[in-house]
């Protein structure tokens, strides 16, 4: 037996996975349609790959199609989908698997029974438009792979008790230069010798992916030197840099380091609009 889930997943959330899961309770095999348009805000790729991880033991296609008369308020949009539908998928659809109306359309277009799930969202209280409207609220229902694409960051210079410290304040991580975890080692010629300057900038940029899906809403990024933000990979561009001299850094808000509190630190992400 055979399910479909449809969805833009814009972004995916808990409440998409509690579907995934119940679905997959409920047949021998899921399939799930990732439907993106170029034109909206999370790249359609990016959403597909979030899916692929997220659902391992699925089936996830990506649907590219534009198709214009299929937008959820038309009335020909359950059978343009289930055409699309029959199309990607290569055998017969048993069951449809939403929590809105539009399923019951769509399941009878295909010849499928409808399992509605949660249609109140009582269980799981959100939704994608309510992430893209306020993700600091709601950031306890997104996924680890899916936080990076909304995290605020935020580079403390020359300071990292401060960085700890507003972390701490904030619930949130540090992420430290990978060399300063050689150093514990001590002046070992071993772990000089096996890793390159290549090596040490590919695992600070592992560590910040890493560290990245455990943040909770802002990570803070320590950094020794004002040069070291030049050597940071574009997605970890800092929102926000706390140094003792200014420091004017493309699209960053700058704060003094004798004024940084974790309360000042929230009210510029958020009057900057980058934290809702």
């Not at 695992?203 to 050597?231: C, G, K, M």
């Not at 200014?246 to 630190?265: I, K």
């Amino acid at each position: 037996m055979n399910g479909v889930i449809l969805g833009r997943f814009m972004p995916p959330h808990n409440g998409h996975l509690f579907l995934v899961d119940f679905a997959r309770a409920m047949v021998d095999h899921l399939y799930i349609l990732v439907c993106t348009l170029s034109s909206e805000i999370i790249p359609g790729e990016t959403r597909f790959q979030w899916m692929q991880e997220l659902a391992p033991h699925c089936t996830v296609l990506h649907i590219t199609q534009e198709i214009p008369q299929a937008h959820r308020d038309s009335p020909q949009a359950p059978a343009l989908w289930a055409q699309a539908i029959h199309q990607a998928v290569p055998g017969q659809i048993d069951r449809v698997f939403a929590s809105e109306p539009y399923g019951h359309e769509l399941a009878r277009h295909l010849k499928a029974q409808f399992i509605p799930l949660d249609p109140s969202r009582s269980n799981i209280p959100v939704s994608a438009s309510m992430i893209r409207e306020d993700p600091w609220t709601h950031w306890e229902h997104l996924p680890p792979p899916v936080r990076p694409w909304f995290l605020r960051r935020v580079a403390v210079i020359g300071n990292p008790a401060l960085a700890e410290s507003l972390a701490a304040a904030l619930r949130t991580v540090t992420a430290h230069p990978y060399q300063e975890f050689l150093r514990t080692f001590g002046n070992s010629p071993a772990f000089e010798e096996s890793l390159s300057e290549d090596d040490c900038a590919r695992a600070n940029q592992a560590t910040l992916a890493a560290l990245a899906r455990r943040a909770r809403r802002v990570i803070f990024q320590a950094l020794p030197a004002p040069e070291d933000l030049e050597n940071l990979p574009s997605q970890a561009r800092p929102h926000l840099i706390i140094a003792d001299q200014p420091l004017y850094h493309s699209g960053s808000a700058f704060l003094q380091t004798s004024e940084a509190t974790a309360e000042t630190v929230e009210r510029i992400l958020i009057s900057h609009k980058l934290l809702a």
